[in-house]
């Protein structure tokens, strides 16, 4: 049986003529772009894997699930400056996830300026991307833990609207209020770079939450916005933990004790998380959780962080947010260096540069392997549920 069985063959803005309403881009085939890496299983393994896909609520905590060009390096910014992304409906439709964080353009999102992460920008990024999601039926918007039961129910997908970083709402408060209108269910507090709420990872000193940021927690908590810590300085995120009356998210990260990277959260961070009932997510993006052990990123690497974490912090408090995309990422990465800071924030070690991370290079390829990983390991069904959605659930539940 088909997980995604709702899927009827909609496009992206096909309501819409191409090259006459919008510009037209040579767009990426989705999935299809690098060579399916999946981890083998035996005739017994890959049966409990299908019953799985289709029984469990699967939840993806971090996610760009769009279609980028083909040609990164020639096409990416005159893209992105278009504000039109376009949603991989076909590949989402061909993933186990039920529900999809959408973090959007984030650092990316230079629509209007240079540096991004304007509030027009961000307005204009949410509202063009909701109009084409209001033209099909297969993606629902999810603002509610019943939408996304409802999504599994349907066979459909759920997506959360997510900004990566705060910049955007500058000191107006009640700019959270206006995201929350727009069904933005999760916020990150800062992105590497500071903003008025607090320090990011990349600077060299934190000052912590800050007194507006404390401000930003409260009206969070009281709206029902998930708050999310993933780019955040250390102190900053031990304010929010501190601060907070809910428990957070820090969505895409991994274990700094396997990787000296500043993108990387220390075991103290990890455990003050989870002790206020928080939830970890595993990160994937090209040349992040590498390990000593495995300094070729892939998703042998992803899964050493992903079991550091749970049996650090137990595996009521381990979830993934692989953070990949439809499209050259590595490329991407190169061509978005200073917005998305990567090279301010991955560690001095040596490191083998991948031209995609295998295993778990895109939303579809991760979520059949996140799910083959953990049968051929033999984790119980209970477990599994846990990780790959029910962990998640429970802080939504609370939240929002």
């Given at each position: 049986?088909?997980?995604?069985?709702?899927?009827?063959?909609?496009?992206?803005?096909?309501?819409?003529?191409?090259?006459?309403?919008?510009?037209?881009?040579?767009?990426?085939?989705?999935?299809?772009?690098?060579?399916?890496?999946?981890?083998?299983?035996?005739?017994?393994?890959?049966?409990?894997?299908?019953?799985?896909?289709?029984?469990?609520?699967?939840?993806?905590?971090?996610?760009?699930?769009?279609?980028?060009?083909?040609?990164?390096?020639?096409?990416?910014?005159?893209?992105?400056?278009?504000?039109?992304?376009?949603?991989?409906?076909?590949?989402?439709?061909?993933?186990?996830?039920?529900?999809?964080?959408?973090?959007?353009?984030?650092?990316?999102?230079?629509?209007?300026?240079?540096?991004?992460?304007?509030?027009?920008?961000?307005?204009?990024?949410?509202?063009?991307?909701?109009?084409?999601?209001?033209?099909?039926?297969?993606?629902?918007?999810?603002?509610?833990?019943?939408?996304?039961?409802?999504?599994?129910?349907?066979?459909?997908?759920?997506?959360?609207?997510?900004?990566?970083?705060?910049?955007?709402?500058?000191?107006?408060?009640?700019?959270?209020?206006?995201?929350?209108?727009?069904?933005?269910?999760?916020?990150?507090?800062?992105?590497?770079?500071?903003?008025?709420?607090?320090?990011?990872?990349?600077?060299?000193?934190?000052?912590?939450?800050?007194?507006?940021?404390?401000?930003?927690?409260?009206?969070?908590?009281?709206?029902?916005?998930?708050?999310?810590?993933?780019?955040?300085?250390?102190?900053?995120?031990?304010?929010?933990?501190?601060?907070?009356?809910?428990?957070?998210?820090?969505?895409?990260?991994?274990?700094?004790?396997?990787?000296?990277?500043?993108?990387?959260?220390?075991?103290?961070?990890?455990?003050?998380?989870?002790?206020k009932g928080g939830v970890i997510g595993i990160e994937a993006a090209p040349h992040t959780t590498i390990t000593e052990r495995n300094t070729?990123?892939?998703?042998?690497?992803?899964?050493?962080?992903?079991?550091?974490?749970?049996?650090?912090?137990?595996?009521?408090?381990?979830?993934?947010?692989?953070?990949?995309?439809?499209?050259?990422?590595?490329?991407?990465?190169?061509?978005?260096?200073?917005?998305?800071?990567?090279?301010?924030?991955?560690?001095?070690?040596?490191?083998?540069?991948?031209?995609?991370?295998?295993?778990?290079?895109?939303?579809?390829?991760?979520?059949?392997?996140?799910?083959?990983?953990?049968?051929?390991a033999g984790y119980s069904d209970a477990d599994i549920a846990k990780v790959i959605g029910q962990n998640v659930m429970r802080v939504l539940r609370e939240v929002w």
């Open positions: 049986m088909t997980k995604k069985r709702a899927y009827n063959g909609y496009t992206a803005y096909q309501y819409l003529e191409e090259g006459v309403d919008y510009r037209a881009f040579d767009l990426c085939d989705g999935d299809h772009v690098f060579p399916e890496s999946l981890i083998p299983l035996t005739a017994d393994q890959e049966a409990r894997a299908d019953r799985l896909a289709q029984d469990l609520i699967c939840i993806s905590l971090h996610e760009h699930p769009v279609l980028f060009p083909k040609n990164i390096a020639r096409d990416v910014f005159e893209y992105n400056r278009e504000g039109r992304q376009a949603t991989a409906y076909a590949a989402l439709a061909r993933s186990n996830w039920d529900c999809v964080f959408d973090n959007m353009m984030d650092g990316t999102c230079t629509i209007h300026s240079k540096g991004g992460w304007k509030w027009d920008s961000i307005v204009h990024d949410i509202g063009m991307r909701l109009s084409d999601i209001a033209h099909q039926d297969f993606i629902i918007k999810a603002e509610r833990v019943a939408d996304i039961e409802r999504a599994h129910a349907e066979g459909k997908l759920a997506l959360v609207l997510v900004i990566e970083g705060a910049a955007p709402i500058e000191n107006e408060v009640d700019r959270v209020d206006i995201l929350y209108g727009l069904g933005v269910r999760l916020m990150g507090i800062t992105y590497s770079e500071s903003n008025a709420l607090g320090s990011g990872l990349k600077e060299d000193r934190d000052g912590g939450l800050t007194a507006f940021g404390r401000q930003v927690v409260t009206r969070m908590n009281k709206i029902g916005m998930a708050i999310d810590c993933s780019h955040v300085g250390i102190q900053t995120t031990l304010d929010v933990i501190d601060y907070s009356t809910k428990p957070i998210f820090m969505s895409h990260v991994g274990a700094k004790a396997l990787w000296d990277s500043r993108r990387l959260a220390p075991d103290h961070v990890l455990k003050a998380c989870a002790a070729e990123h892939s998703i042998e690497s992803f899964m050493e962080h992903f079991e550091y974490v749970k049996d650090l912090v137990g595996i009521d408090h381990v979830t993934f947010g692989p953070d990949t995309l439809y499209g050259d990422h590595v490329g991407l990465h190169h061509a978005f260096a200073a917005h998305l800071s990567t090279k301010g924030t991955q560690g001095v070690q040596a490191f083998n540069e991948v031209e995609y991370v295998r295993g778990i290079e895109n939303p579809t390829e991760g979520s059949k392997n996140i799910l083959r990983y953990l049968v051929r």
